[in-house]
């Protein structure tokens, strides 16, 4: 047993960052930090291999940084024996091993693990210091102060907010070019021609360490979904601060036109794939805007990309962790539609005639990746209209994404996709029928499904499922300005056509469902 130890610091899995709160006073001869890689974090959803191999890999990266520097570190690996399987455990057992004075760490990105650490304190009998996560531009108070009094909460005036107080693509005190949101711009689809030539994003050659990951994942996980043969995928700062350089040169100019559009074979398009590296504190977010922010001024980068690009991170990724600690934890089990289907099987699987889901979650199983108009207006889409428990749609998207950690994750899903939270998070449903897929898509092209038709063999079951989802719901959205123009379309509709239309629907759901045994 060690005696005289004072900090016992608490690492996360997506807290590798060496300028953390947690690290700034750790003294080599008083403090240890504490890592722990357990099966739980893999198995609380049934995560893809990528997510665990992407995580233990970058954990053990940033474990042998500070060994280098003289930092102790106390890691527990997956494969090491009597492993106790969860975060608690291992972290209970290291403070009877060391005995510290206190416990410190950065607060989490998920309330789940919080309150597990905090009941280990609190059980022990210890302080636990949770020190403010730096990586961020915006604190959780900072969030509650600008939600405080406020009728409705929406992204954009927070945007405004964040711009003006980090002066970002800011001309003095207006917005630079004018405008403060170039989305109208941004909404490009490729035509008949597609795309073209793609430039392709790096390629890390895994190291030692993670094809030691790689293989113990394999081992350890050998049925949860996904596949490990295209990782690709940073694990350390340098590897991450490549990625981002890539994209600044090779994608960022056309990002915006391009940031909706879809097509088969394509899984990444000209996306700048750093949330992942963002989200375990590989890369920081202030360097990754600062960086852009220079393209566009450099005359590299049109200001409607590097706009487009820099509110994915000042305005949407700031705002849902904002939402989620402002909501938790009951905004986990909220379910505004009532929406109480079982989420169809071929999520797992990818095996559906459906083209454009087929497309999606077959590039999310091999890579561990779909950009967000895949992940909000197909996969996400379907379920929404099928009429799936959103917290069922959270755990798969939790699962499957490597960039998934429930800060980010939860209100993208649950609130934005699925319309879950009520509105909290949007002001209207996302919904729409195949013909959106089609226009910013050629995955239709491919499929038996013609997006035009709502009843019938050849109908597109998204088309189906959108005119099912405007009846069933129209007495509620009936107050919703935004909703006025397709709800107007379904009261054109006379009672044989919504029958129609609804026992297609029906069908539809019941062919999924027999397909489920």
């Known amino acids: 047993m060690s005696k005289g130890l004072r900090n016992l610091v608490v690492v996360l899995g997506d807290q590798l960052d060496r300028q953390s709160s947690a690290l700034v006073d750790l003294d080599p001869d008083q403090d240890r930090v504490w890592m722990a890689e357990v099966s739980e974090e893999s198995t609380q959803v049934w995560s893809h291999k990528a997510r665990t191999a992407l995580f233990l890999s970058a954990m053990r990266h940033f474990r042998d940084g500070l060994k280098e520097e003289g930092i102790k570190v106390h890691y527990r690996q997956l494969d090491d024996k009597g492993n106790r399987g969860s975060l608690a455990a291992e972290l209970r057992a ?30 022990e009998g210890l302080e636990l210091e949770e020190r403010e996560d730096r990586h961020f531009l915006s604190s959780s108070d900072d969030f509650r102060k600008h939600a405080k009094g406020r009728k409705s909460l929406r992204m954009e005036f927070f945007y405004r907010e964040m711009r ?4 970002i693509l800011m001309d003095g005190d207006q917005p630079e070019g004018g405008d403060w949101n170039y989305d109208k711009e941004n909404r490009g689809d490729f035509g008949k021609k597609g795309p073209g030539q793609v430039p392709m994003p790096p390629r890390f050659a895994p190291d030692p360490i993670t094809r030691e990951v790689m293989d113990l994942v394999e081992r350890r996980f050998p049925d949860h979904p996904g596949d490990l043969r295209h990782f690709n995928w940073p694990v350390t700062p340098q590897e991450a601060e490549v990625a981002l350089d890539a994209f600044l040169r090779d994608r960022l100019p056309d990002f915006g036109k391009y940031q909706d559009a879809m097509w088969t074979e394509e899984p990444f398009l000209y996306h700048s794939l750093l949330s992942a590296a963002m989200n375990l504190k590989l890369l920081d977010p202030r360097r990754v805007i600062r960086k852009a922010e220079e393209e566009y001024r450099a005359g590299r980068a049109p200001l409607a990309a590097v706009e487009g690009f820099i509110r994915q991170i000042l305005g949407w990724r700031e705002y849902v962790r904002g939402i989620y600690w402002l909501y938790m934890p009951d905004y986990l089990e909220r379910n505004a539609l009532q929406a109480r289907n079982q989420l169809p099987p071929f999520y797992w ?16 199983l091999e890579h561990g990746y779909a950009h967000h108009i895949q992940r909000l207006m197909v996969t996400g889409l379907y379920t929404l209209l099928f009429g799936v428990d959103p917290k069922q749609v959270h755990e798969w998207y939790l699962a499957v994404y490597v960039d998934a950690i429930e800060w ?14 009520g509105g909290v998070m949007a002001s209207k449903p996302y919904v729409a029928s195949g013909k959106y897929i089609q226009r910013m898509s050629n ?27 405007l009846i069933r719901h129209r007495e509620r959205l009936s107050s919703n300005p935004r909703m006025s123009m397709q709800l107007k379309n379904v009261a054109r509709l006379d009672r044989e056509e919504i029958k129609e239309i609804q026992q297609s629907a029906t069908q539809h759901r019941r062919s999924v469902a027999c397909s489920q045994g």
């Open 94 to 123: 290291a403070i009877h091993k060391y005995q510290p004075e206190r416990l410190i760490m950065v607060e989490p990105g998920d309330w789940r693990v919080q309150e597990s650490m905090r009941t280990v304190a609190k059980e």
């Open 443 to 469: 995955y239709c092209e491919e499929c038996p499904y013609d997006p035009a038709k709502r009843t019938g063999d050849k109908a597109c079951p998204f088309t189906t499922l959108y005119w099912d989802f």
């Open 349 to 364: 699987t990818g095996e559906t005639e459906m083209n454009c889901l087929q497309s999606a979650i077959g590039q999310t």
């Open 408 to 421: 980010v994750e939860l209100p993208n899903t649950l609130g934005m996709s699925q319309f879950g939270d």
């Open 164 to 167: 003006r107080r980090h002066g």
